[in-house]
């Protein structure tokens, strides 16, 4: 009861932390066109200031040069100034180139600059640790494969005699996990050959697999799905690129240009990659441990293969609705001849060597 009421909570929190990203994911997407155009504005006027300033404190530095030089000349006797070189060409020959400043990039201007495919990549990112958070919850052993089902297991096929049917079919709709439905399908195939039990072991095995590996496809699917948004973003821009340089008026410089271009359109392949690289690591951890988890499955079945090869051609398993509550029932019918002397189904059964009195049992 417990434990339903954890799974029911967690549940919940599930679909509203998926709401709340959602409508987190639809503000961001709404407010980023304005961001987006309010950042550069911005930068732009602040760099338009600096060019500013910086004009007007080498004008102020050429007249000082200028009034500095004609004093000196004055000082020296020199009355014709002009046939001397300019006073600004002198300052401007005498000064020294400065060394480009190292500009290193901000991650967050450069999600803007690389265009309306990054709001699908930053999505896809957003789905991929969605879907991480759900599977890890999902896959641990105790949901799995539960330490307290194999613990009880263990104690009813430790019994002596043969395995208890009812007992283990009740005790595989009390659990909930992946290792319950597959033994209790195998028991629901008890008296058949064991071909037939392996063969519903291996179908049932690949069934439940098929339902843990439903939230680990989104996660493979972006490891695909993101380098190729990012490779069209980056096709895109090269084109815009070259477009642009291609038409630029004569005299322009066109490598820079280009460079600033090429750069731009690199931001794209960037972010798939950003993304890709972790879901693929995830993708393969979680696939890893589903193939583990059900190899201890495989394993814990497979161990009560010789109790159930017991009852091959002796009995066959029936599931009856009860009349008063509708919950399923498990019953178990003999097969073959009824005993010498007209005897019951439930009569003794050592001379036939069958299991004991079955009668039925409510799951």
Not at 208 to 228: D, F, G, W
Not at 260 to 266: D, E, F, K, R, T
Not at 278 to 288: D, L, R
Not at 330 to 356: H, T, V, W
Request: glycine share 6%; proline share 7%; net charge positive.
């Amino acid at each position: 009861m417990f434990a339903s009421w954890i799974d029911l909570t967690l549940a919940r929190l599930w679909r509203a932390s998926a709401l709340a990203l959602i409508v987190g994911l639809a503000a961001t997407a709404c407010a980023a066109p304005v961001m987006a155009q309010a950042k550069p504005t911005k930068k732009r006027e602040a760099d338009r200031k600096q060019d500013a300033a910086k004009a007007a404190a080498d004008e102020r530095a050429r007249k000082q040069d200028a009034d500095r030089e004609l004093k000196r000349r004055l000082a020296a006797g020199q009355t014709h100034p002009a046939a001397e070189p300019a006073a600004g060409q002198t300052a401007a020959a005498k000064q020294e180139p400065r060394p480009a400043a190292t500009i290193a990039p901000n991650l967050f201007d450069l999600w803007f600059l690389g265009g309306p495919l990054m709001y699908p990549i930053t999505f896809i990112s957003f789905l991929v640790v969605l879907f991480a958070c759900e599977r890890a919850l999902a896959l641990r052993r105790r949901k799995v494969v539960p330490p307290r089902f194999v613990r009880a297991l263990g104690q009813l096929a430790a019994k002596p005699g043969v395995l208890d049917l009812r007992q283990t079919y009740a005790l595989c709709q009390q659990s909930r996990s992946a290792a319950a439905h597959v033994l209790r399908a195998v028991l629901m195939k008890a008296g058949r050959p064991l071909s037939e039990l392996e063969h519903t072991l291996t179908e049932t095995s690949e069934r439940e697999a098929a339902k843990l590996y439903k939230n680990v496809r989104p996660i493979n699917l972006a490891t695909t799905i993101a380098p190729l948004l990012g490779l069209l973003g980056t096709v895109q821009g090269m084109i815009e690129c070259f477009f642009i340089t291609a038409h630029l008026p004569v005299g322009a410089d066109k490598s820079e240009n280009l460079a600033n271009g090429i750069y731009i359109a690199l931001v794209t392949t960037f972010g798939g990659l950003v993304v890709a690289i972790p879901a693929s690591v995830i993708a393969h951890y979680f696939e890893g441990r589903i193939q583990a988890l059900f190899r201890d499955i495989d394993e814990l079945v497979q161990a009560l293969m010789p109790q159930l090869e017991r009852f091959e051609g002796k009995l066959r398993p029936v599931i009856v609705a009860d009349k008063t509550s509708g919950a399923p029932t498990l019953m178990l019918e003999r097969i073959g001849p009824p005993a010498a002397g007209g005897a019951s189904a439930g009569g003794s059964s050592a001379a036939s060597g069958a299991p004991p009195v079955l009668t039925p049992h409510r799951a």
